[in-house]
Nanobody, 127 residues
Framework: EVRLVESGGGLVQAGGSLRLSCAAS????????IGWFRQAPGQEREGVASVRSSDGSINYADSVKGRCSIAFDDDTNTAYLQIHSLKPEDTAVYYCAAYYPPSVFYLSLESDEYDYWGQGTQVTVSS
């Protein structure tokens, strides 16, 4: 059974940092990519970053590029998303998800390409 469990959300002041974790189990990690998405109230789900553990490929959304880092720990099968210089507009429910990339040259940030999803963790940034 595929399981993705997010943790690490919470309330943080603007300018602060946060590290989210996604514990993954039940699939072949080397073949899959893990992505982080977020959804603010009344808005569509937005791709933030994606990582493929087999070759370390990474893709970041322009909205977080330079403030964000994603990584996958092979020893613990956990994906991490760290965001620095948080802004109130980063407030959202953050989800991790997994999919099998059809291309070795590109990691998608489109939510409809991802097959497995976690339940999400709330991140609230106060001004």
């Amino acid at each position: 059974e595929v399981r993705l469990v997010e943790s690490g959300g919470g309330l943080v002041q603007a300018g602060g940092s946060l590290r989210l974790s996604c514990a993954a189990s039940g699939f072949a990690f080397d073949d899959y990519a893990i992505g982080w998405f977020r959804q603010a109230p009344g808005q569509e789900r937005e791709g933030v970053a994606s990582v493929r553990s087999s070759d370390g490929s990474i893709n970041y959304a322009d909205s977080v590029k330079g403030r964000c880092s994603i990584a996958f720990d092979d020893d613990t099968n956990t994906a991490y998303l760290q965001i620095h210089s948080l802004k109130p507009e980063d407030t959202a429910v953050y989800y991790c998800a997994a999919y099998y990339p059809p291309s070795v040259f590109y990691l998608s940030l489109e939510s409809d390409e991802y097959d497995y999803w976690g339940q999400g963790t709330q991140v609230t940034v106060s001004s």
